[in-house]
């Protein structure tokens, strides 16, 4: 199917083996961007495989059968592009960007890491050191390791509770025979998508692509869990640094809920850039924190809200009550019309810049066909924006502000002993 936007042509193909390849050409770009994305990620491990998703993402660059690891990065190197993956809870990407006449590289390349790469044992265990390495610098950047935190507080028994990376003791345990079956069980026609964005011929992209893929054949795998619930919870670590970084989360959206667009704005208002309220009161207003700002995370079932904070542990308990009052504005005072029109403009300008990165639009494209499996032009976005109203976002904030679904994950020199949780119990006393 070919769908014309302002931005470009779309189109959609399916191979035989039921492979999905998700287009959108743009013939005044020069640069290509393309993603093999696996609808699989770390949210799809147990306990005793944990960081089996993101180990086999960075394995696939070791080594192919006919590229050793310094071949591939020379070989991309010498073209000027580059060459990336990453995984995330819910799927896992392995993507280059090239210039348009580069772009046969670029599939032979991400074709043979993902089907020919050899997995041998000692890359195995010299990346098992690489991975360790890694949780250690994650562990040792507050800012980061903090929703690491917030995410073991709200879902804790659930497999999104568990960091990407895995743990120490999960990633020792790991062995070749675990790792080609997890690849066998996740990494089949069904759950791939492969999506590009430039200045493409979509069907010499899809014949090229054909050969390659088009004789991966591996039954599919069912791997359906039950949503996780959200509960109210904390957790406090107490760490010698200079400041406590604390996440205040709660219930959040679906990727595909109705109301996502409210909440894309209520986000910008409350502390989604620096014109935000929480940014504006926090920092511009009280001095009180370097970087504030508030999140999303949507998942295919679930959803989480959230705040990140790094303050002094003097200022921590006023920067969280000062947050939780903003809460209650935004639940109990509608957005005044010019404060959601401005919301509304800087939604929309950031959307519109992110179509001069054929990477952004890439991503996009692999993102809405996994969790909608079906385009949407950036008319159909902006007039969705467009939709949502003061009363809209009033009605999202009591649904989402609810204290019984308020998790806090906090790190640095404060005592569990010592933060007053009543502020929860008299938000939801104040404002029910």
């Not at 000692?122 to 990346?127: L, M, T, Y």
């Not at 991975?131 to 659930?158: C, G, M, R």
């Not at 992110?354 to 996994?370: D, P, T, V």
Request: glycine share 6%.
């Amino acid at each position: 199917m070919a769908k014309r936007s302002p931005e470009g042509i779309y189109q959609k193909a399916v191979l035989n083996n039921g492979i999905r390849i998700v287009t959108e050409r743009i013939p005044y770009l020069r640069s290509v961007s393309i993603g093999i994305w696996i609808n699989t990620g770390s949210r799809d491990e147990d306990t005793t495989n944990s960081g089996i998703s993101h180990f086999l993402e960075h394995l696939a660059f070791k080594g192919t059968e006919k590229r050793s690891a310094r071949q591939i990065a020379f070989e991309m190197d010498s073209i000027g592009g580059q060459i990336d993956a990453f995984t995330s809870r819910e799927y896992t990407c392995y993507s280059a960007k090239v210039l348009d006449e580069h772009l046969p590289i670029a599939i032979d390349l991400l074709s043979d890491i993902l089907l020919h790469s050899t997995y041998k044992l000692a890359d195995i265990e010299k990346e098992k050191q690489v991975i360790l390495e890694e949780i250690k610098f994650v562990e040792d950047t507050p800012a980061d390791y903090i929703y690491d935190l917030l995410y073991q507080s709200i879902w804790s028994n659930h497999p999104l509770g568990r960091p990407i990376l895995g743990n120490p003791e999960s990633i020792a345990k790991i062995g070749r025979d675990t790792l080609m079956n997890h690849l066998d069980k996740h990494y089949i026609p069904k759950k791939i998508i492969i999506a590009a964005a430039g200045n493409i011929d979509e069907n010499t992209l899809n014949e090229n692509l054909k050969k390659v893929f088009g004789n991966l054949n591996k039954n599919g795998f069912s791997n359906w869990q039950t949503p996780p619930d959200i509960k109210k919870n904390f957790i406090v670590q107490e760490r010698d640094l200079e400041q406590v970084h604390f996440c205040l989360g709660t219930i959040g959206l679906k990727s595909a809920d109705d109301n996502r667009f409210n909440g894309y704005i209520l986000n910008t208002i409350l502390g989604g850039s620096m014109s935000s309220r929480l940014f504006q009161k926090i920092r511009e207003d009280y001095g009180l924190a370097y970087s504030i700002h508030s999140f999303i995370s949507p998942y295919t079932d679930t959803g989480l809200f959230g705040i990140y904070a790094g303050t002094s542990s003097l200022s921590f308990e006023k920067v969280l009550n000062m947050s939780l009052e903003e809460f209650k504005l935004l639940k109990t005072e509608k957005v005044p019309d010019d404060e959601l029109k401005k919301a509304k403009e800087q939604l929309k300008g950031n959307l519109m810049l992110s179509l001069e990165s054929s990477s952004s639009r890439m991503n996009q494209l692999a993102k809405q066909e996994i969790y909608f499996e079906r385009y949407f032009s950036m008319d159909e976005i902006i007039h969705e924006i467009e939709k949502v109203t003061a009363e809209d976002i009033q009605s999202l904030a009591n649904r989402l502000f609810d204290s019984s679904f308020f998790n806090l994950a906090v790190l640095g020199p404060v005592n569990k002993q010592k933060i007053n949780l009543n502020i929860f119990n008299d938000f939801s006393t104040i404002h029910s």
